[in-house]
């Protein structure tokens, strides 16, 4: 017995303004979904609530209230269907025999090159295009010259799979050349060649920064721009409890925490990468800032979590990640003041969304320049990093001189990537 297509996704608006949006999921389950639709959700902006997840480990029922990040958001609710929609298995009984040859290839990269007149919050205005366009930002190399003019790179692929159509291509450019005036000097939009692969990896990490952006502990004790500020220490109290009493065949995961944009996709993204599975699963709602989630589990075996060395790894992986989902570092680059900022990669290979959107809008909040930018990959010994880099421009409004100014930006970047 299957679902209709048009019953795999339901999204219902609230019955008064400002209550949350209803995104209800039925179909076949697969280890992951939750997070690949979490992930979505966030791309396109919005907040989960609060979240129902059922699964007899054949046929899965979610159910997400979501509300927009920002009330200037503009969401296209038959888009965000259609994305949610493209992640779920097929609703045929013989689904598992043609999982492989109903995959689609993956999207094409693009290489969007810009040559304009610099002005601030340039970076940030065509990457919030870019986002209202559905193009998802992978790699970006910034370059500012000395006659004040900027040469930018962006290899993005099309959420809608569209950017190989004339129209799409226009529009695009249409929609960029409103936004770069008469500051732009030339604007192109073609299929990434070889040189995409020049810009996939991060160029060179000081010991001293990669060791402080990708350490596997942070602690607020330690003079270091990573430092918790004073009022957000309260993230100490997360907490991760393990139960195997209350079900026969289920572990309980009990999580309390301080709640932040993209709580929840944190928290299954870890799961995903561990192969656990998520028979039924609560998120409340935020309650005097923090959040309740009981998650009842399996292994990828269909057995509890019994042993005591796989539960202490999986309790500190979800602290980390629910703690420092993002690591943000200031430095000295020589002369010049560098802002970086690092999220972990899933193991499929998926990076954290509107990471560069924010990072870019909290920068041209505070009145700074960005005099260069890239975004790469960066490997460790247990995972890969998603890592984006600012040269900032000493020209400007704000003053970052001293350590104090360096800490200010650091918090501001941190607070609107955690939604505070």
Request: with cysteine.
């Amino acid at each position: 017995m299957g679902v209709l297509n048009d019953d795999v996704v339901l999204i219902q608006k609230g019955s008064k303004p400002g209550e949350p949006y209803v995104i209800t999921v039925n179909c076949p389950d697969k280890t992951g979904l939750g997070c690949d639709l979490c992930r979505i959700i966030l791309d396109f902006g919005l907040y989960i609530t609060k979240g129902d997840i059922s699964t007899d480990g054949i046929w899965c029922y979610i159910v997400l209230w979501v509300v927009p990040h920002s009330s200037s958001l503009s969401i296209r609710w038959s888009n965000l269907k259609d994305r949610l929609l493209s992640i779920c298995p097929p609703c045929s009984a013989s689904y598992c025999f043609n999982l492989q040859a109903n995959c689609t290839a993956p999207s094409p990269f693009y290489l969007l090159k810009f040559f304009s007149l610099d002005r601030k919050g340039l970076l940030h205005d065509v990457t919030q295009v870019l986002c209202e366009l559905e193009l998802s930002i992978q790699r970006v190399k910034v370059m500012t010259t000395p006659d004040d003019r900027v040469l930018d790179l962006f290899f993005i692929t099309d959420n809608l799979d569209l950017l190989h159509t004339k129209q799409r291509q226009e529009d695009t450019l249409e929609q960029l050349n409103a936004v770069l005036g008469e500051s732009c000097i030339s604007c192109e939009l073609q299929l990434a060649g070889p040189e995409y692969k020049n810009h996939q990896c991060i160029s060179s990490l000081s010991p001293v920064i990669a060791e402080e952006l990708f350490r596997c502990e942070l602690s607020d004790k330690e003079s270091r721009s990573q430092a918790l500020s004073p009022d957000m220490t309260i993230l100490k109290k997360a907490t991760v409890v393990v139960d195997n009493s209350l079900s026969p065949a289920h572990t309980l995961l009990q999580i309390y925490c301080v709640d932040h944009k993209g709580l929840v996709y944190d928290i299954l993204r870890t799961l995903k990468d561990y192969n656990i599975k998520i028979s039924y699963g609560r998120f409340s709602q935020n309650t005097k800032g923090y959040r309740d989630l009981d998650l009842f589990i399996q292994q990828k075996d269909g057995k509890k979590i019994v042993d005591l060395e796989k539960q202490t790894a999986l309790c500190s992986r979800l602290k980390m990640e629910m703690l420092h989902p993002l690591r943000v570092v200031i430095s000295n680059r020589g002369p010049d003041t560098e802002l970086l900022v690092a999220n972990p990669v899933e193991l499929s290979g998926n990076g954290r969304p509107r990471v560069f959107f924010d990072a870019t809008l909290a920068l041209k909040l505070l009145g700074i320049c960005i005099f260069s930018a890239e975004i790469g990959r960066h490997s460790t010994s247990d995972r890969e990093w998603e890592v984006y880099r600012f040269l900032l421009e000493e020209n400007c409004e704000f003053q970052f001189l001293n350590m104090v100014g360096k800490n200010q930006i650091v918090d501001r970047v941190r607070r609107l990537l955690m939604g505070w």
